[in-house]
Structures are given as C-alpha cells and as structure tokens.
C-alpha cells in the first residue's frame, strides 16, 4: 500500500497516520491513551514502533478462520461490477480449495446473477465459473 503512493507516504510517519484512521475499539482507546498521556512515544511516530505495539497487544490470532468468516459474510451488492467484487473476493486467503470457494462465490453473489446462472450450464472450475459469472455482470 505504501509503495503505491509513495508521495503520500514520503515520511515514515505518515503510514501511522493513515493506520490510525482504521483503529476500532480497544485498539482506537490505546492510541488515544497513548497521545493523552505519552504524546512523545515513538509508537505514535515510527511505523516498527507502532506496528510491533499494536500487533503484539491487538493482533488476530487466527487469521485464517477470520478470512474464512468475513468470505462468508461477503455479498456482492446488485449495483456493484463483479469484476471489482472477485478481487475484494479472493483477497482473503482461506486456503479452501476451487471447489470450496465456487460454493462460497455463489453464495456472495446477487439473486438476480444466481437466477441466470440457474439458465446456463454447469461450469466445471472454478475459474471458468468466474468467467461466466463476469459475462452475466
């Protein structure tokens, strides 16, 4: 992400500006503590300070069931391009095989995408039912 803007992230300390703007919870409660009562901490300037605190005391302990969850509660909205949702979409790393993630595909797509695949025949793999899917779109 920081390599792809580098003039926004010229300064080190702007990638712990823009990594608190996604802070939640107890996480956000430590960072506001942390500039209420130790304004100078090198975790609020230094992206290894800040990086390794909030990893260490915030951290997901099992990344893969918490991608398997979030696929699950991904839906593509009616309005949305399927090709922008396939990315979004296979990000999480799940290490579900193709069959696996074809269920879990058309499970997050729109009825009225499920409704024309029901008229087509049944694709094969996975990628051949992305392919269909991106002609439906």
């Not at 956000?28 to 100078?40: E, G, I, R, S, T």
């Not at 605190?53 to 398997?68: H, L, N």
Request: glycine fraction near 2%.
């Amino acid at each position: 992400m920081f390599q792809a803007k580098p003039l926004t992230f010229q300064l080190k300390s702007s990638y712990v500006a823009f990594a608190t703007l996604y802070l939640q919870g107890i996480a956000f409660d430590h960072y506001m503590a942390l500039l209420q009562f130790d304004p100078n901490s090198p975790v609020l300037s230094n992206w290894q300070a800040f990086a390794q605190e909030f990893s260490s005391k915030f951290r997901v302990f099992d990344t893969v069931a918490e991608a398997k969850e979030n696929l699950f509660n991904l839906q593509m909205r009616n309005n949305k391009q399927f090709t922008t949702f396939i990315v979004r979409f296979e990000a999480y790393k799940t290490g579900w095989n193709y069959n696996t993630l074809q269920v879990a595909l058309c499970h997050a797509l729109p009825q009225c995408i499920k409704d024309t695949l029901c008229l087509t025949s049944k694709q094969s793999s996975y990628n051949s039912y992305k392919a269909l899917v991106t002609q439906i779109n």
